[in-house]
């Protein structure tokens, strides 16, 4: 499945750290949402670019974007990684990759360590209306995505 700008983003409900449920519709009613797919939680390419969101987190809020960041991880594994990088907003477990899948963002076979069914690092603006304004699906997972087009997506989208 493709998912393009233009298309209405997939909707999705996931469960957060804190053992909530947190869904798309829900984000998109009171904001833009930026959806980041990382592959794996404690690995040093994952943590430099939720940390980057973190550190420009005040950005996003005056831009009107919520962002929430998805792997296939266990809620409890994202709980701790959470908490140790002092992240502000929400990490969703997809631990049954069906959001990944349906967001064209699933390695079948990651190209490290033999593993299977791995989240491709991936980016996604959502408007509030649940439209898809920037999608960018990374297929090497050591790269970060494009944050400044994210940033002047957002923009465009407060104007």
Known sequence: MSVEVGQQAPDFTLYNTEQKEVSLKDLTSKSNVVVLFFPLAFTSVCTTELCSARDDISKYQKLNATIVAISVDSLFTLGKFREEQKLPFDLLSDFNKEVSRKYNSLYEDFPLF??????????????????????????????????????????????
């Open 114 to 159: 033999g593993l299977k069914g791995v989240t491709k690092r991936s980016a996604f603006v959502i408007d509030k209306q649940g439209q898809i304004k920037y999608a960018e699906i990374l297929e090497d997972a050591g790269k970060v995505p494009n944050f400044t087009k994210i940033k002047e997506t957002l923009e465009q989208l407060s104007s």
